[in-house]
């Protein structure tokens, strides 16, 4: 089975900076898009950022656009977010997903994302 791992979480403070990394183990994970999603204590998991693996198509939530910046290293299949204006409400687990669908980054939805990594932890203190 694909494994997706996350790293880079940790604590920031407000209006600081982190950068967030996922990477898929092995050599059998191809996906035509990744994207980011988070989830707050007690509320459901929501969309953050998409990307094409191929032709660098992007969408970001509201909650996140000018401060979260999502890319992709194609070769290494490495998926990055770089988290900058942090707020104290960017506090959640936040999840890399991958998926094999073409018109996957048009949507928001976590439907449709097949390979999800475990979750690494953001605090943004104010």
């Known amino acids: 089975q694909v494994q997706v791992v996350e790293s880079g979480g940790g604590l920031a403070q407000t209006g600081g900076s982190l950068r967030l990394s996922c990477g898929a183990a092995?050599?059998?994970?191809?996906?035509?898009?990744m994207a980011w999603f988070r989830q707050a204590p007690g509320k459901e998991r929501e969309f953050i950022a998409a990307i094409s693996y191929s032709r660098s198509s992007k969408r970001y939530a509201d909650s996140v656009k000018g401060r979260f910046t999502i890319s992709i290293d194609n070769i290494e299949s490495t998926l990055y977010l770089q988290m900058n204006s942090l707020k104290p409400e960017d506090t959640a687990v936040y999840y890399c997903?991958?998926?094999?669908?073409?018109?996957?980054?048009?949507?928001?939805?976590?439907?449709?994302?097949?390979?999800w990594g475990q979750g690494i932890q953001v605090i943004v203190s104010s």
């Open positions: 997903a991958g998926s094999r669908l073409r018109s996957i980054v048009a949507t928001t939805t976590s439907v449709g994302y097949d390979t």
């Open positions: 092995g050599r059998t994970f191809s996906p035509y898009a």
